[in-house]
């Protein structure tokens, strides 16, 4: 069986549009920059759209120095530096994290667009957080993803799904960082060891969904699908499951066209 690396995508900040990349470094908690930062609430509590779907309207775009991150017309620069200040803790589900306020004038430009306190975070590189370690394979650490440093979704399963929805959805509904071409839909479920050139990978569990994947990426409108057809047939032991849970095994360069070896 042939298989293509046919999309690679990073979400800088959690929870916020995506980035497409034709290269993209992969490290240990994940694609380099992928949700490095999120926005927290007066309590450090995280931010993301399954409360506020508006987040999905703030676009980003790669500079020279970090990303351009637009909205309502307005646009931002948030420079890649060095986090420095003040700790605070704050957690991603079960796991308490440490950040940094990574720009006052950026955490008051959201605050402003969401009519409410907030503030950007970065989480530093050297900060840990380790994978749940009854899935881990030698202690990985994860960035500040839901659970683990990449997702992966077939083609095939996408396409399967969508001639069962009254209305297709686009892959952007479930935010992947690999997209690959060939194979049968959700073959990715059984996938433990592979390989995109010399980055080697374990997929460790597939990826149980929320009411995330039911907000439109476009207009931040929120509806029952894919989520309700999903559930008739992709349910098991009460979580519906599309995609899977991916570790990174080294620290390699992946590219858009790739050959993946399962």
């Not at 950007?120 to 840990?128: C, G, M, R, Y």
């Not at 080697?200 to 439109?216: N, Q, Y």
Request: glycine residues 8%.
């Amino acid at each position: 069986m042939s298989y293509t690396l046919t999309e690679i995508w990073i979400y800088p900040i959690k929870s916020l549009g995506g980035i497409r990349v034709k290269e993209s470094e992969v490290w240990i908690k994940g694609l380099k920059y992928d949700r490095r930062w999120m926005l927290v609430d007066e309590n450090g509590g995280f931010l993301t759209q399954r409360t506020h779907p508006a987040l999905a309207l703030f676009k980003l775009s790669p500079t020279d120095q970090g990303f351009q991150i637009y909205y309502e017309g307005e646009e931002k620069q948030l420079r890649i530096k060095p986090a420095s200040g003040e700790p605070i803790r704050s957690h991603v589900w079960d796991d308490e994290v440490e950040v940094i306020e990574a720009d006052t004038l950026l955490s008051h430009w959201f605050s402003t667009h969401l009519g409410f306190r907030v503030r950007l975070v970065q989480f530093p590189e050297s900060h840990a957080r380790p994978v749940d370690a009854r899935y881990a394979h030698a202690n990985e650490q994860v960035s500040l993803a839901d659970g683990y440093p990449l997702l992966i979704i077939g083609e095939a399963s996408l396409a399967d799904l969508n001639k069962r929805l009254p209305s297709p959805v686009p892959m952007n509904r479930f935010r992947p960082n690999l997209v690959f071409s060939g194979g049968h839909a959700y073959e990715e479920d059984a996938w433990k060891e592979f390989r995109i050139g010399e980055s080697l990978f374990k997929g460790v569990k597939p990826c149980s969904r929320c009411v995330l994947t039911t907000i439109d990426q476009d207009t931040g409108a929120q509806g029952k699908e894919p989520l309700a057809t999903l559930a008739s047939y992709r349910k098991k032991e009460n979580k519906i499951y599309f995609g899977q849970n991916v570790l990174a095994l080294n620290e390699k360069t992946i590219y858009e066209g790739a050959t993946i070896h399962v």
